[in-house]
């Protein structure tokens, strides 16, 4: 067993500093760095690429919608045409910073209000595939576990990594339950180990309403940006390792 540890990083802009990239990047084994339409800027893409590839930490490109007082969780009524653009050109923005470094990215992962609406939208989704696909058919496409988008993305004929979340419930069908509901997070760390730990080793993950629901779990999201974020980070990593399950990077070859 193995599972991948994903967190949104770069999120910070300007004079405004947001989460805790250099404390929990050892402990990830991949950083889904914002390419600064959501969040991020120029300056703060440049030392995150930097902070990751000195941390070993395969990087990857997280678009969001072009709403930065929202920070990119709010629906935007985009056509896919539109959507595939703003990939594109974000994508390209973050693959330009690594390029000059020597490296190359690993993946994509949409962030927010668009990575949601996504999961259910098959247009938003195949426009996404698309846009991944053509500028680097060799990327890895992260995407809710069962939803639309990682369909659209194995249809495109990407690789892709069905993604589960340690602090968020879900709904009997396998969604994320929305955040503006009051159970929406889970505050305890051990209960967001505990399923984590069934998600990778049962394919299991119960339900708000009790229901049992099947998972894939390729790789799983922290959040870097919590009052806790980091003794959580050290937390899941050691429980994982502590129940034999490898924490690794997702191969493009596997």
């Known amino acids: 067993m193995k599972i991948d540890i994903n967190c949104d990083m770069g999120e910070?802009?300007?004079?405004?500093?947001?989460?805790?990239?250099?404390?929990?990047?050892?402990?990830?084994?991949s950083a889904n760095?914002?390419?600064?339409?959501?969040?991020?800027d120029p300056d703060v893409m440049k030392k995150t690429v930097h902070l990751a590839m000195e941390q070993g930490v395969k990087m990857g490109a997280h678009p969001g919608f072009q709403d930065l007082a929202g920070f990119g969780r709010r629906n935007?009524?985009?056509?896919?045409?539109?959507?595939?653009?703003?990939?594109?050109?974000?994508?390209?923005?973050?693959?330009?910073?690594?390029?000059?470094?020597?490296?190359?990215l690993h993946h994509v992962k949409p962030h927010g209000a668009l990575y949601n609406m996504a999961a259910s939208n098959e247009e938003m989704?195949?426009?996404?595939?698309?846009?991944?696909k053509d500028v680097d058919k060799s990327f890895i496409l992260y995407g809710l576990a069962g939803s639309k988008l990682v369909e659209a993305g194995q249809k495109a004929g990407l690789k892709t990594a069905s993604e589960v979340f340690a602090d968020r419930?879900?709904?009997?069908?396998?969604?994320?339950?929305p955040r503006r509901l009051p159970y929406a997070l889970i505050e305890d760390s051990e209960d967001a180990v505990s399923q984590v730990?069934?998600?990778?080793?049962?394919?299991?993950?119960?339900?708000?309403?009790?229901?049992?629901?099947?998972?894939?779990?390729?790789?799983v999201c922290i959040h870097g940006d919590g009052p806790?974020?980091?003794?959580?980070?050290?937390?899941?990593?050691?429980?994982?390792q502590?129940?034999?399950?490898?924490?690794?990077?997702?191969?493009?070859?596997e």
Do not use: N, W
Request: charged share 20%; with cysteine.
């Open 12 to 29: 910070s802009f300007g004079a405004y500093s947001i989460g805790h990239d250099q404390d929990i990047m050892p402990y990830i084994t």
């Open 33 to 40: 760095i914002a390419c600064g339409f959501h969040a991020g």
């Open 76 to 104: 935007m009524a985009l056509s896919p045409e539109e959507v595939y653009s703003l990939v594109v050109y974000q994508i390209g923005a973050l693959q330009a910073f690594v390029q000059i470094e020597g490296a190359a």
């Open 125 to 132: 989704a195949s426009a996404i595939a698309a846009a991944v």
């Open 169 to 177: 419930t879900y709904t009997r069908e396998g969604m994320l339950t």
């Open 197 to 219: 730990i069934r998600m990778a080793k049962e394919k299991k993950v119960q339900a708000t309403d009790g229901t049992e629901v099947d998972i894939q779990a390729d790789t």
């Open 228 to 240: 806790h974020a980091l003794s959580f980070a050290r937390l899941i990593r050691t429980k994982l």
């Open 242 to 253: 502590e129940e034999g399950i490898k924490v690794r990077s997702i191969s493009r070859e």
